[in-house]
């Protein structure tokens, strides 16, 4: 390895800064241990890489500080990188590919920690990706040591080997295990992800008290949480030997089964498991199959004297710079800015800032005053107006409005441009400095900022074609979620008239016609929870999207998901039987509620400023397919009524502007009105068919939960499709009881042919009214409420 500010590593030269950074305060790890970690392990964890996408979590400034995740390539990365182009949503995203020493350096560099890896590699040739190995993430609850995390593994062990695989234990460097296991035959990512499941939920059977498969934190306490969802598709595990962003620089470590047995096992430290390869070798030798680890490129990489020539210190040359847009709207005749003449010319300034990127800030009194942040890049000024200037809270965020490139000489323009030209009025350069690049992409830029007036790291992140996000991003450590909104529940609405309900006061919604979901992207783990607590992130694959249309945001979520018909309107029909028809549907998550941002409860505030954090947000899903914030209705509470009719709403929601967020809790401070009756029951039981109905099922029976029991409300025989009853008839089939479930005595010729089921179904009914013997009136089936259990009606 050469001295200097590069590394050369098996002929890659690597560009190396702030070697003596301490990234783990608690250790006084330093940034070279890092990288000279990631340089010794790179021969026993590249087999574990190869071929896989890597996500990286990176800890620029230390642990203690606040990380990212990283998917997409920086332009700033090697061209040696082997690359993988994957499809999310609207855009490919270009993972990197570990295939040498070097590559590991790199990340190191970069500060990148933490690398996660699918349990898939990139297939050939187009086809689907096919999972070659299993995993199971042992996650403890409150209060359970990693001993009882062995135990469980253990068990898991000798399932697999009964299934004929082999199973290879890992602690993960942060509380838990990851259990690995070797597919000879890849399988499809569902099909693991499938088995992981079924593993996962009988040991929960079996062994309730100590395990559980439920992510819900709720009931985590003194379990240890089998999480079997790491193995889908498009879900990441940290890699084997990979190091972990905690307070001290644990790994994923490899181990014995010998050693699972240690009253005193414990993670391990990155030097620890340096001297553990050194006598053993790699322990996952047999996990995964040997992998063509030359860089998938198809152009010829650079030689090691290019790159030498490349980093030497000599000037690089001018790029293309392309004013035509800044010239075309102003004319040099009448205007004393800048036009580009010394766009290239030498910046002067201290040893300080010589040969640094520079940014300027000017103010600008045109037609109403705005900010123009510009940032040096590639011969021109790259440019946002900003309204508000930059903010100075890591809770504001501001918006910014992408506009031309500049020329460079306007970083020093200071004077009036006349009245009636473009951008007519006084400008003066407000602050200016120079700048550190952390990452440049074509929807978001991360920069940390060195100027007399401003400081810090700010991250733009794009929301619509010229509308950016401008945000400050703490290098403090991030606040904590609060315990309440780790597992959220919703504020309800109570039943009351909004017709005479002022616009001053109140705000209206529409009422949407669906599931109401709380939506949690935290730390880049994205879920999605029922009002009753149900995790349904595997009901909605489609969503996860919208993970893509946050970025760097870390938010919590109020809304609804539904499915709109051919005509625009929501269906709650078409949403609960959308796996079992063939009608075109739209699914959409309809946003009317943020409960946290970036670190900052918004519980405490009124309904008026979670609302307007929301519309800032709202330019960020305007390309989304998925997510939307749909716009208030027009107040007061008569007018926002027939509006809701006139568009086929289920109703109104008004909110008091003041209101703050109630959890869990239904208030008169949210009121809602519906333009028709609907019910939950529970189904407990049904009549069979007759003529075309014959063969399936031909009415419902139909109750609602009371303290004495199920209390009989009647059945329902219509709203059903042929693939709902279909459906329905093989749901009810293995909830066959010999005694009706209902408290009371329902008469002979229904009870007659009943087919009693235990009451486990929550279904959705819409009716006219209810008759004098406490029976629905013209009900119409609407479909089942997956997001609902009985206790919850």
Same mark, same amino acid.
């Given at each position: 390895?050469?001295?200097?500010?590069?590394?050369?590593?098996?002929?890659?030269?690597?560009?190396?800064?702030?070697?003596?950074?301490?990234?783990?305060?608690?250790?006084?790890?330093?940034? #070279?241990?890092?990288?000279?970690?990631?340089?010794?392990?790179?021969?026993?964890?590249?087999?574990?890489?190869?071929?896989?996408?890597?996500?990286?979590?990176?800890?620029?400034?230390?642990?203690?500080?606040?990380? @990212?995740?990283?998917?997409?390539?920086?332009?700033?990365?090697?061209?040696?990188?082997?690359?993988?182009?994957?499809?999310?949503?609207?855009?490919?995203?270009?993972?990197?590919?570990?295939?040498?020493?070097?590559?590991?350096?790199?990340?190191?560099?970069?500060?990148?920690?933490?690398?996660?890896?699918?349990?898939?590699?990139?297939?050939?040739?187009?086809?689907?990706?096919?999972?070659?190995?299993?995993?199971?993430? *042992?996650?403890? /609850?409150?209060?359970?040591?990693?001993?009882?995390? +062995?135990?469980?593994?253990?068990?898991? =062990?000798?399932?697999?080997?009964? +299934?004929?695989?082999?199973?290879?234990?890992?602690?993960?460097?942060?509380?838990?295990?990851?259990?690995?296991?070797? @597919?000879?035959?890849?399988?499809?990512?569902?099909? +693991?992800?499938?088995?992981?499941?079924?593993?996962?939920?009988?040991?929960?059977?079996?062994?309730?008290?100590?395990?559980?498969?439920?992510?819900?934190?709720?009931?985590?306490?003194?379990?240890? @949480?089998?999480?079997?969802?790491?193995?889908?598709?498009?879900?990441?595990?940290?890699?084997?030997?990979?190091?972990?962003?905690?307070?001290?620089?644990?790994?994923?470590?490899?181990?014995?089964?010998?050693?699972?047995?240690?009253?005193?096992?414990?993670?391990?430290?990155?030097?620890?498991?340096?001297?553990?390869?050194?006598?053993?070798?790699?322990?996952?030798?047999?996990?995964?199959?040997?992998?063509?680890?030359?860089?998938?490129?198809?152009?010829?990489?650079?030689?090691?004297?290019?790159? $030498?020539?490349?980093?030497?210190?000599?000037?690089?040359?001018?790029?293309?710079?392309?004013? /035509?847009?800044?010239?075309?709207?102003?004319?040099?005749?009448?205007?004393?800015?800048?036009?580009?003449?010394?766009?290239?010319? %030498?910046?002067? /300034?201290?040893?300080?800032? +010589?040969?640094?990127?520079? &940014?300027?800030?000017?103010?600008?009194?045109?037609?109403?005053?705005?900010?123009? #942040?510009?940032?040096?890049?590639?011969?021109?000024?790259?440019?946002?107006?900003?309204?508000?200037?930059?903010?100075?809270?890591p809770g504001q965020n501001r918006l910014a409005v992408h506009t031309e490139d500049h020329p460079m000489d306007y970083a020093d323009f200071e004077g009036d441009i006349p009245a009636g030209e473009y951008g007519g009025g006084h400008v003066e350069i407000w602050d200016r400095g120079t700048y550190e690049t952390e990452k440049w992409r074509d929807n978001e830029v991360i920069? =940390?900022?060195?100027?007399?007036?401003?400081?810090?790291?700010?991250?733009?992140?794009?929301?619509?074609?010229?509308?950016?996000?401008?945000?400050?991003?703490?290098?403090?450590?991030?606040?904590?979620?609060?315990?309440?909104?780790?597992?959220?529940?919703?504020?309800?609405?109570?039943?009351?008239?909004? %017709?005479?309900?002022?616009?001053?006061?109140?705000? #209206?919604?529409?009422?949407?016609?669906?599931?109401?979901?709380?939506?949690?992207?935290?730390? /880049?783990?994205?879920?999605?929870?029922?009002?009753?607590?149900?995790?349904?992130?595997?009901?909605?694959?489609?969503?996860?999207?919208?993970?893509?249309?946050?970025?760097?945001?870390?938010?919590?979520?109020?809304? %609804?998901?539904?499915?709109?018909?051919?005509?625009?309107?929501?269906? @709650?029909?078409?949403?609960?039987?959308?796996?079992?028809?063939?009608?075109?549907?739209?699914?959409?998550?309809?946003? &009317?509620?943020?409960?946290?941002?970036?670190?900052?409860?918004?519980?405490?505030?009124?309904?008026?400023?979670?609302?307007?954090? *929301?519309? %800032?947000?709202?330019?960020?899903?305007?390309?989304?397919?998925?997510?939307?914030?749909?716009?208030?209705?027009?107040?007061?509470?008569?007018?926002?009524?027939?509006?809701?009719?006139?568009?086929?709403?289920?109703?109104?929601?008004?909110?008091?502007?003041?209101?703050?967020?109630?959890?869990?809790?239904?208030?008169?401070?949210?009121?809602?009105?519906?333009?028709?009756?609907?019910?939950?029951?529970?189904?407990?039981?049904?009549?069979p068919g007759r003529g075309n109905r014959a063969h399936t099922i031909g009415s419902l029976l139909l109750g609602l939960p009371e303290d004495t029991g199920l209390r009989y409300v009647g059945r329902v025989g219509t709203g059903f499709t042929d693939a709902q009853l279909r459906a329905?008839?093989?749901?009810?089939?293995?909830?066959?009881?010999?005694?009706?479930? #209902?408290?009371?005595?329902?008469?002979?010729?229904?009870?007659?042919?009943?087919?009693?089921?235990?009451?486990?179904?929550?279904?959705?009914?819409?009716?006219?009214?209810?008759?004098?013997?406490?029976?629905?009136?013209?009900?119409?089936?609407?479909? $089942?409420?997956?997001?609902?259990?009985?206790?919850?009606?």
């Amino acid at each position: 390895m050469a001295g200097g500010e590069s590394l050369d590593v098996d002929g890659r030269r690597i560009p190396i800064t702030n070697l003596d950074k301490v990234l783990y305060p608690t250790t006084g790890t330093r940034k #070279f241990e890092v990288i000279d970690y990631y340089s010794r392990i790179a021969e026993v964890m590249l087999p574990h890489l190869a071929g896989r996408p890597i996500t990286r979590k990176r800890w620029p400034n230390g642990v203690e500080s606040m990380p @990212f995740f990283e998917k997409d390539l920086p332009s700033s990365a090697p061209d040696w990188l082997a690359r993988f182009g994957e499809q999310h949503s609207t855009r490919v995203i270009t993972y990197p590919l570990a295939t040498s020493r070097a590559d590991l350096v790199w990340f190191g560099q970069m500060a990148a920690l933490e690398l996660h890896t699918p349990q898939w590699r990139v297939p050939a040739d187009g086809a689907a990706p096919k999972a070659d190995r299993l995993v199971l993430d *042992l996650d403890p /609850g409150p209060g359970v040591p990693l001993t009882q995390c +062995a135990e469980v593994a253990l068990m898991i =062990r000798d399932m697999l080997a009964a +299934a004929g695989l082999t199973a290879f234990p890992v602690t993960s460097g942060g509380k838990g295990m990851h259990l690995y296991a070797r @597919f000879d035959r890849p399988v499809s990512p569902e099909a +693991a992800r499938t088995v992981a499941k079924q593993i996962a939920t009988s040991l929960a059977a079996a062994h309730p008290d100590d395990i559980t498969a439920t992510m819900a934190k709720s009931v985590r306490d003194r379990k240890v @949480f089998i999480d079997w969802s790491q193995n889908s598709g498009s879900k990441t595990t940290l890699a084997p030997y990979s190091m972990r962003g905690r307070e001290q620089p644990w790994v994923a470590a490899p181990r014995s089964w010998g050693e699972l047995a240690d009253p005193d096992l414990a993670q391990l430290l990155f030097d620890e498991v340096l001297e553990r390869v050194e006598s053993d070798g790699d322990l996952l030798a047999d996990l995964d199959e040997p992998h063509d680890l030359a860089p998938a490129n198809e152009e010829v990489p650079p030689t090691a004297q290019e790159l $030498i020539e490349a980093t030497s210190n000599r000037p690089a040359p001018n790029p293309v710079v392309n004013l /035509g847009e800044y010239r075309r709207k102003r004319d040099e005749s009448k205007t004393p800015e800048p036009f580009g003449d010394d766009a290239h010319r %030498e910046r002067t /300034g201290s040893d300080d800032t +010589a040969g640094n990127p520079i &940014f300027v800030i000017q103010e600008h009194h045109a037609r109403r005053l705005h900010y123009d #942040f510009r940032l040096e890049r590639d011969g021109v000024l790259v440019s946002w107006a900003v309204p508000k200037n930059l903010p100075d809270d890591p809770g504001q965020n501001r918006l910014a409005v992408h506009t031309e490139d500049h020329p460079m000489d306007y970083a020093d323009f200071e004077g009036d441009i006349p009245a009636g030209e473009y951008g007519g009025g006084h400008v003066e350069i407000w602050d200016r400095g120079t700048y550190e690049t952390e990452k440049w992409r074509d929807n978001e830029v991360i920069v =940390r900022l060195h100027g007399e007036r401003i400081q810090g790291r700010y991250a733009l992140i794009k929301t619509g074609d010229k509308n950016w996000l401008a945000h400050l991003m703490s290098d403090e450590p991030r606040p904590i979620l609060p315990d309440s909104l780790r597992d959220p529940r919703p504020m309800l609405a109570t039943d009351e008239s909004i %017709e005479n309900l002022d616009g001053r006061d109140w705000a #209206f919604e529409g009422k949407w016609d669906g599931y109401r979901i709380l939506l949690r992207y935290i730390d /880049g783990d994205f879920r999605l929870t029922s009002r009753s607590g149900i995790d349904m992130t595997a009901d909605f694959p489609e969503l996860r999207s919208i993970a893509d249309d946050l970025g760097l945001l870390d938010v919590v979520l109020d809304g %609804e998901v539904v499915a709109l018909d051919a005509s625009g309107r929501t269906n @709650f029909t078409l949403l609960s039987a959308r796996n079992n028809t063939e009608e075109d549907l739209t699914l959409k998550f309809y946003i &009317f509620d943020i409960l946290y941002l970036n670190g900052t409860s918004l519980l405490r505030r009124p309904w008026s400023q979670r609302r307007e954090l *929301l519309d %800032e947000l709202a330019p960020a899903f305007a390309h989304s397919a998925f997510a939307e914030v749909p716009a208030l209705l027009p107040g007061p509470g008569r007018a926002a009524l027939e509006e809701s009719r006139a568009q086929g709403y289920e109703g109104v929601v008004a909110k008091r502007r003041s209101s703050t967020y109630q959890q869990g809790r239904r208030t008169s401070q949210w009121l809602k009105h519906k333009n028709w009756s609907d019910i939950e029951v529970v189904v407990g039981g049904y009549r069979p068919g007759r003529g075309n109905r014959a063969h399936t099922i031909g009415s419902l029976l139909l109750g609602l939960p009371e303290d004495t029991g199920l209390r009989y409300v009647g059945r329902v025989g219509t709203g059903f499709t042929d693939a709902q009853l279909r459906a329905l008839a093989e749901e009810l089939e293995p909830l066959r009881i010999k005694r009706s479930p #209902f408290v009371d005595k329902l008469d002979r010729p229904v009870s007659s042919s009943a087919v009693w089921v235990l009451p486990k179904i929550v279904g959705e009914v819409r009716f006219m009214d209810w008759t004098t013997t406490g029976h629905l009136r013209h009900p119409s089936w609407r479909g $089942i409420r997956r997001d609902k259990l009985p206790g919850d009606l």
